[in-house]
T-cell receptor
């Protein structure tokens, strides 16, 4: 079975602090994809990043960076110099060959960035 | 290019009623997936439709049913509504039904329909 665990339910930081959102996944598939989505209060899921299981290179996009480690089944997301606009719920998700048609989401981490 | 649209935006129903939610897929997409997101939870996969046929189903009872039309738009129907059906219902379209989220089959989400069951 596939599972995604986001142990942090809520995180509150002050603007300009760095913050890391944790994601641990379980899958028996050799080919799978990992994702991060942002969900602002409006409700729409905003795609942030996709990584496949064969590419463990870390990625940086502006203030966002992602650390993928297969050895620990983790795919953590760091926001550097956080801003108030980063306040949202962030979801980590997984898709794999078993049940390939669906995305399996974690429960999400609510990030609040205070001015 | 038009993105994924859903209607209505909000809906209030009472227990025992039936509801139909609608989704228009992104241009060129033939696959639609539906997810239920309860308050404080992550989205959960309900089912997927590919070329008008169901192509995979999550752990939801038969009173959750769907349709896909020749233009690839889709409906989610829920019968005998229960209080726990209150949630945000998200629709996602993709180019095809393969491994979800692969470069070819990336799922694009609509804004959702918020259903409240009283």
């Amino acid at each position: 079975a596939q599972k995604v665990t986001q142990a942090q339910t809520e995180i509150s930081v002050v603007e300009k602090e760095d913050v890391t959102l944790d994601c641990v996944y379980e899958t028996r598939d050799t080919t799978y994809y990992l994702f991060w989505y942002k969900q602002p209060p409006s409700g729409e899921l905003v795609f942030l990043i996709r990584r496949n299981s064969f590419d463990e290179q870390n990625e940086i996009s502006g203030r966002y960076s992602w650390n993928f480690q297969k050895s620990t089944s983790s795919f953590n997301f760091t926001i550097t110099a956080s801003q108030v606009v980063d306040s949202a719920v962030y979801f980590c998700a997984l898709s794999g060959q078993g049940g390939s048609e669906k995305l399996v989401f974690g429960k999400g981490t609510k990030l609040t960035v205070n001015p | 290019e038009t993105g994924v649209t859903q209607s209505p935006t909000h809906l209030i129903k009472t227990r025992g009623q039936q509801v139909t939610l609608r989704c228009s897929s992104q241009s060129g997409h033939n696959t639609v997936s539906w997810y239920q997101q309860a308050l404080g939870q992550g989205p959960q996969f309900i089912f997927q439709y590919y070329r008008e046929e169901e192509n995979g189903r999550g752990n939801f009872p038969p009173r959750f049913s769907g349709l896909q039309f020749p233009n690839y738009s889709s409906e989610l129907n829920v019968n005998a509504l229960e209080l726990d059906d209150s949630a945000l219902y998200l629709c996602a379209s993709s180019l095809g039904p393969g491994l979800a989220g692969s470069l070819y089959n990336e799922q694009f989400f609509g804004p959702g329909t918020r259903l409240t069951v009283l």
